[in-house]
């Protein structure tokens, strides 16, 4: 076989078995942040919110940062809209956790808004859609949140720029335990005790912590899955917290540039407890789950 049947033998492959990255066929890259790429797009207004004492211990993120997390609104919710967090996977689905869905009965009043950083200055980056359909875990189940992962396809497609960009879903093969660079980003609660979710987009950098050790006594003795991650500081003060769920857990590869999103915000016990870390759910291990019901949902709503 010569080399460009070869190549097309494996994209075909490739085709049918992995995630199509529109976008310039990249994901996982920030933009703004990139020495290379930055230079053909414009900026938006650059702006840190450093009131550092917003907990849970983030800081506010800068305008286009992490231009794969989108927020999932609702009409009703009085948290300047806001109701979960997800990341944008292809032009028009985005990944997110099932429990987001528990409360709502009429899915086509949520809708999404993607390449925000700031609810009350969105910019022209900003766009919202309607939400198609959502697609939910069918081992779901409430009560100990297991299989919390969700798929929503938009109305319709959005096109890619410096304040929208595709997260990278890890992969199988990905080794997630040696990545190091992993952060969290939402507008969440920014205390633990606080109701009020913040109107800028939150940032914080955290720790993978050994699954073994989470779902061990004195942390979460047995609540761990399996295809669970845990992740922020076994003495606390830097977590995710109630309105982050469904958004990304995020580590920059070890040689290269762009960020995989490798855990899906879950549940934990309170906020920034010591031994009481944020609880993911693990992209890795729903990769095929995710490759799969992409592609069957988009047939089947589209015929
Ligand atoms: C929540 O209720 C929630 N500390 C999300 C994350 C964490 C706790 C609660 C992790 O959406």
Same mark, same amino acid.
């Given at each position: 076989? %010569? ?27 920030? +933009?703004? !942040? ?6 053909? #797009? ?10 550092? $004492? ?58 999404? +808004? ?5 609810? $009350? ?10 939400? =198609? !359909? ?11 949140? *297991? ?7 938009? /109305? *319709?497609? +959005? /096109? ?14 990905? *080794?997630?335990?040696?990545? =190091? ?25 955290? !720790?993978?912590?050994?699954? =073994?050790?989470? %779902? ?5 003795? @047995?609540?761990?899955?399996?295809? %669970? ?22 580590? !920059? ?9 490798? @855990?899906?915000?879950?549940?934990? /016990? ?8 944020? +609880? #993911? $759910?693990?992209?890795? &291990? ?6 799969? %019901?992409?592609?069957? &949902?988009?047939? /089947?709503?589209?015929?």
């Amino acid at each position: 076989m %010569n080399r460009l049947s070869l190549l097309v033998l494996l994209t075909v492959a490739g085709l049918a078995h992995s995630i199509q990255y529109p976008c310039g066929g990249s994901c996982g890259y920030r +933009v703004s !942040q990139s020495p290379y790429r930055s230079m053909t #797009y414009s900026y938006g207004n650059v702006a840190y919110d450093d009131d550092m $004492t917003r907990v849970v211990g983030g800081v506010g993120a800068a305008e286009a940062s992490w231009p794969w997390v989108v927020s999932i609104q609702h009409p009703g919710s009085p948290k300047l809209g806001h109701w979960c967090g997800g990341s944008l996977i292809s032009a028009d689905w985005v990944l997110t956790a099932a429990h987001c869905f528990d409360k709502i009965e009429n899915v086509s009043l949520l809708y999404v +808004v993607i390449g925000a950083t700031q609810f $009350t200055k969105p910019g022209l980056g900003a766009v919202a859609r309607d939400v =198609k !359909q959502v697609v939910i875990h069918r081992y779901y189940k409430r009560v100990d949140y *297991r299989y919390d992962v969700a798929l929503v396809q938009l /109305e *319709r497609p +959005v /096109e890619c720029s410096s304040y929208i960009q595709l997260a990278c879903v890890a992969d199988p093969t990905l *080794r997630v335990s040696n990545l =190091k660079n992993c952060w969290i980003a939402g507008w969440g609660a920014t205390t633990a005790r606080s109701q009020d979710y913040s109107d800028r987009l939150q940032e914080a950098k955290v !720790q993978l912590i050994d699954v =073994k050790l989470c %779902n061990s006594t004195g942390w979460y003795p @047995g609540e761990i899955h399996p295809y %669970n991650l845990c992740a922020g500081y076994p003495q606390g003060t830097i977590d995710a917290c109630q309105g982050d769920s469904g958004g990304p857990l995020m580590c !920059q590869d070890n040689d290269a540039e762009y960020w995989w999103v490798v @855990g899906i915000t879950s549940w934990g /016990e309170g906020c920034a407890r010591p031994k009481q870390p944020g +609880v #993911y $759910t693990s992209t890795q &291990h729903f990769y095929d789950w995710i490759v799969y %019901n992409m592609r069957v &949902h988009a047939i /089947e709503s589209a015929s």
